[in-house]
């Protein structure tokens, strides 16, 4: 026994889909250029380890206070924005500091090492990512040590952590 398929419905089917598809094509282009997220650019400047007396600070620099950043620590060893791959860091904790918009229109981007020595319990901060225009740092510290403040002052943003 076979069946039928009735080749009308089938065939209005079809033709609405192929409407719907064609439409997609004009209206979908226009709707993807808007950005998702507007945001002024910004260039990272430097990096620079200090020791404050009871605390060893690194100070991130921009070229302009940048508002919208993270610092989290991260429970796995760090890998590579974009591809996965990973980055070794000297410590044994890390804490991942994450910029949006962190890149330049006008061509100026950072070009500083990508690799800064630590200092005092901050044993390294390595350049883990500039991708899609997110930067992000990865900061290697001892086990066990958490910032004991994250502040912004002006275009820097200072994380301290403890001695001990």
């Given at each position: 026994?076979?069946?039928?398929?009735?080749?009308r419905g089938l065939r209005k089917a079809i033709a609405a889909g192929a409407?719907?598809?064609?439409?997609?094509?004009?209206?979908?282009?226009?709707?993807?250029?808007?950005?998702?997220?507007?945001?002024?650019?910004?260039?990272?400047?430097?990096?620079?380890?200090?020791?404050?007396?009871?605390?060893?600070?690194?100070?991130?620099?921009?070229?302009?206070?940048?508002?919208?950043?993270?610092?989290?620590?991260?429970?796995?060893?760090?890998?590579?924005?974009?591809?996965?791959?990973?980055?070794?860091?000297?410590?044994?904790?890390?804490?991942?500091?994450?910029?949006?918009?962190?890149?330049?229109?006008?061509?100026?981007?950072?070009?500083?090492?990508?690799?800064?020595?630590?200092?005092?319990?901050?044993?390294?901060?390595?350049?883990?990512?500039?991708?899609?225009?997110?930067l992000s740092w990865v900061i290697g510290t001892d086990k066990g040590l958490?910032?004991?403040?994250v502040h912004h002052t002006g275009s820097t943003l200072t994380i301290e952590?403890?001695?001990?």
């Amino acid at each position: 026994m076979t069946s039928r398929v009735p080749t009308r419905g089938l065939r209005k089917a079809i033709a609405a889909g192929a409407v719907t598809a064609g439409l997609l094509g004009v209206f979908a282009p226009a709707a993807s250029a808007a950005p998702v997220q507007e945001c002024e650019p910004f260039t990272f400047s430097g990096v620079q380890v200090r020791d404050t007396g009871d605390t060893t600070a690194v100070d991130l620099t921009y070229s302009r206070p940048v508002e919208d950043v993270t610092v989290r620590e991260l429970t796995e060893p760090p890998v590579q924005d974009g591809s996965g791959d990973p980055v070794p860091v000297k410590g044994s904790t890390w804490f991942e500091v994450r910029m949006l918009c962190g890149y330049d229109w006008y061509g100026n981007p950072y070009t500083g090492p990508r690799r800064i020595e630590g200092k005092g319990v901050v044993r390294e901060i390595v350049l883990n990512g500039d991708f899609e225009g997110t930067l992000s740092w990865v900061i290697g510290t001892d086990k066990g040590l958490f910032p004991r403040s994250v502040h912004h002052t002006g275009s820097t943003l200072t994380i301290e952590f403890p001695k001990d």
